[in-house]
């Protein structure tokens, strides 16, 4: 019987090397052989799990982050592409500041320089106007520029102008998740209360959204659609980049898969386990534990901190950390290992 372990990182309590070795201790102890895969879809902890897989650094440099802290970060060399993981500069875990007051205008120091860039695990939900403020793209409040745009001064927006300066960038965008910034299931509303948003923030954020959208879209012949695929990515830095500056959006996981080999060993197991930190609708809508549920034609488990899912039939049987998970995540992440070392040694 072969046995795969995939994890992605447990966001804010454990890395996806954590989760592997607490798992691989288990099996050990209780004599289960297994392959061990951490995971990536381009978002949080990319960089660290391609280097895994015998990725090499190609610069490391030094930039600010969204809030000014001075941060080195590295881009790797992929099949001779420049790599660069946003949530370096603009992830979750780099500050507590409310994200009404956060916006992703630091990634203009780098933007330039990958040819790949990876987007998830954001901290902002500014449509990625942030950055198109210092790409060219200019925000009035009536007369007066706004050049710190940000969910916390949209209001104020009125008029949105280019600049002649303003130019696209050809580059390859990563995203984890296909949801839309706008439209009926908006990656605001989905993914909003992961940052910290309540719903009356929510319902303001995506109404701005939308105004500034169809603001910016007055500039150009070929209408910017906020509601592709993808879009919603990092807060909506999808949107900017791919609709406004001109990238092509594709699938993390796929990229991921493709680049590590993991591509044609996924249906070679027998059992699969696999692990995140939060399992609902959305990881089937882009998130790389969901893209290998879907590849996986043997039995899969669910191990992880939250299972949220509609439909708990899609897995074998779900082990979860639960709320104490997010206070001793390893402790509650070895308590739910056994449960599952005695299924399926039974």
């Known amino acids: 019987m072969k046995i795969a372990v995939y994890s992605d990182k447990f966001s804010g309590t454990l890395t996806a090397s954590e989760v592997i070795e607490t798992i691989k201790e288990l099996f050990q102890i209780n004599s289960i052989k297994a392959s061990y895969f951490p995971v990536t879809d381009g978002g949080e902890d990319s960089t660290i799990i391609f280097k895994e897989y015998g990725i090499a650094v190609k610069e490391s440099l030094k930039v600010k982050d969204l809030v000014g802290t001075e941060k080195v970060i590295q881009l790797l060399d992929i099949s001779g592409d420049v790599f660069f993981e946003s949530s370096l500069l603009v992830g979750i875990n780099n500050t507590d500041v409310d994200t009404m007051d956060l916006n992703t205008g630091c990634l203009s120091e780098i933007i330039k320089l990958p040819d790949v860039i990876g987007l998830g695990g954001s901290r902002t939900n500014d449509g990625g106007f942030g950055l198109l403020s210092k790409m060219g793209v200019n925000f009035y409040a009536d007369k007066k520029l706004i050049e710190d745009p940000k969910p916390s001064n949209f209001e104020h927006i009125t008029k949105v102008e280019i600049e002649d300066s303003f130019e696209r960038i050809n580059k390859k965008v990563l995203v984890d998740t296909f949801i839309p910034l706008l439209g009926s299931r908006s990656a605001i509303g989905v993914f909003g209360p992961q940052k910290g948003l309540n719903p009356k923030s929510i319902k303001n954020i995506t109404f701005h959204l939308e105004r500034i959208?169809?603001?910016i879209s007055s500039n150009f012949e070929t209408q910017p659609d906020p509601t592709k695929e993808g879009t919603g990515a990092a807060g909506g830095l999808g949107f900017a980049l791919s609709e406004i500056l001109g990238c092509e959006l594709i699938s993390g996981s796929e990229y991921?898969?493709?680049?590590?080999?993991?591509?044609?060993?996924?249906?070679?197991?027998?059992?699969?386990i696999l692990c995140e930190?939060?399992?609902?609708?959305?990881?089937l809508e882009g998130k790389v534990i969901g893209q290998i549920l879907k590849k996986n034609k043997g039995i899969s488990y669910f191990l992880g901190?939250?299972?949220e899912h509609e439909d708990q039939g899609i897995f074998e049987d779900i082990f979860e950390c639960g709320e104490a998970g997010l206070l001793k995540p390893k402790k509650e992440l070895i308590?739910?290992?056994?449960?599952?070392?005695?299924?399926?040694?039974i």
């Open 256 to 272: 991921f898969f493709e680049k590590s080999g993991l591509e044609q060993k996924i249906n070679t197991f027998d059992i699969s």
């Open 213 to 215: 959208v169809n603001l």
């Open 335 to 345: 308590t739910a290992t056994k449960k599952l070392v005695n299924q399926i040694t």
């Open 277 to 283: 930190g939060k399992f609902d609708n959305s990881s």
């Open 305 to 307: 901190g939250k299972f």
